[in-house]
């Protein structure tokens, strides 16, 4: 059998999602299938028992005939992402809900003092295991993104520094006090993988999971609100404190400009 084009696989997906019905349906592609159009699929077959049960009893050929017409005649459900919705109504909604983060975010994300810092990179060796320990001390020397942590691979953090790959490729010095945590870490790894944090099955850690980390971790120790953005923000203000240069600084967050970093800085 000969590789399909790309123009094939398309339209043999659509005839696959074009299926309501789980006897034309293998599994595989079953589940594939997006929630909205699941969803529709199961009300057509809903309607269509509901109107077959109603011509149950006994033998009657004119009661299974006005079932069969009513089945036929009913025009089935179509897919829509958003019913009575246009596109440009959708993507209004879709970016006024993002402003109205970015704002609740500027309004809200605020530094570490240096109190509650040396509070919670204390408690995090005491209380956390090492992977975490590791990941909330890279957060805060390094400034990452929580994807920007996630994609780090072994070959990425050398003894003095990280290279965050990416569009903007960049590399970040981290303090001598960081690498007896990070060794440790690595000598109690058993994973032979390239990823340098690992979830339990062997595969690596997701943004999603780094974030729910901070935030509960933050809960358990008092600190409320906490999240991974509140330490690159914290270390960002740290640098300028430091005396660090605003190219220099932009440089190392992987902002575009210098001027992201001050609005940044000033949110």
């Known amino acids: 059998m000969g590789r399909k084009s790309p123009q094939e696989k398309k339209r043999l997906s659509y005839a696959k999602d074009r299926r309501n019905r789980y006897g034309e349906n293998d599994k595989s592609s079953r589940k594939n299938i997006p929630r909205h159009k699941r969803r529709v699929n199961r009300a057509n077959r809903h309607r269509e028992q509901q109107v077959l049960n109603g011509a149950r009893g006994s033998a009657d050929i004119e009661s299974a005939a006005i079932a069969e017409a009513r089945l036929l005649n009913t025009r089935p459900q179509r897919w829509q992402k958003s019913a009575g919705a246009t596109l440009g109504v959708l993507v209004r909604g879709k970016l006024a809900m993002t402003d109205e983060r970015r704002a609740f975010e500027a309004e809200t994300l605020s530094p570490l003092s240096d109190d509650e810092l040396r509070e919670l990179l204390s408690a995090a060796v005491h209380l956390l295991p090492l992977r975490d320990a590791a990941i909330l001390h890279l957060l805060y020397y390094t400034g990452l993104r929580a994807i920007e942590l996630s994609a780090l691979g072994l070959r990425d953090v050398s003894a ?34 390239t990823t ?27 600190l409320p609100g906490l999240s991974a953005r509140t330490l690159r923000k914290t270390f960002a203000v740290n640098l300028r404190r430091a005396g660090v240069d605003l190219d220099d600084a932009a440089a190392m967050l992987g902002h575009v400009s210098p001027d992201a970093t001050h609005a940044y800085l000033d949110a």
């Open 160 to 193: 003095d520094a990280v290279i965050v790959r990416g569009p903007r490729q960049r590399t970040v010095p981290i303090p001598p006090e960081l690498r007896p945590l990070l060794d440790a870490y690595l000598r109690e790894r058993e994973d032979e993988g």
């Open 196 to 222: 340098f944090f690992l979830s339990k099955c062997g595969r690596p850690v997701p943004p999603a999971t780094v974030n729910r980390l901070v935030v509960v971790f933050g809960v358990l120790i008092g």
